[in-house]
C-alpha cells in the first residue's frame, strides 16, 4: 500500500524530468530567468513570511492566554481558550 503511493506521489516528478530531458539548456534557462518566474518567487516568499508571521503571533497569544489560565487555577477557561488542541470529545464537556 505505501509503495503504491509513493510511486503515485512520483508521477509529476517523472513528468517533470522527462520533459526537462525534451528541451535544451537554453531553453530551460530562458524559462528559469523570465520575470514572470522570480515575480512568483517573490510572492511565494512572501506568502511564507506572512504565512510564518501569523502563526507566530496567534501561536504566542494562545499560548499566554493557555499559561494564564492555568496558573491562575482555572483549567476550564484555559481549555477553552484553545479548542484546536484539544479532540473535538473533550473540548465539547466546555460549551454547555
Known sequence: ?????????????????????????SEIAELIFQTRTLELIINSLSLAFAVSVSALALGSM?????????????????????????PAGSSGNYWN
Do not use: E, H
Not at 503515485?8 to 517533470?16: D, F, G, Q, R, T
Not at 499566554?64 to 484539544?86: E, H, K, M, Q
Open 1 to 25: 500500500m505505501a509503495v503504491s503511493a509513493v510511486l503515485i506521489s512520483l508521477i509529476p516528478l517523472i513528468y517533470l524530468l522527462v520533459r526537462v530531458a525534451t528541451i535544451g539548456i
Open 62 to 86: 494562545q499560548a499566554w492566554v493557555t499559561a494564564s489560565n492555568f496558573a491562575s487555577g482555572s483549567i476550564g477557561r484555559a481549555y477553552l481558550s484553545n479548542p484546536a488542541d484539544l
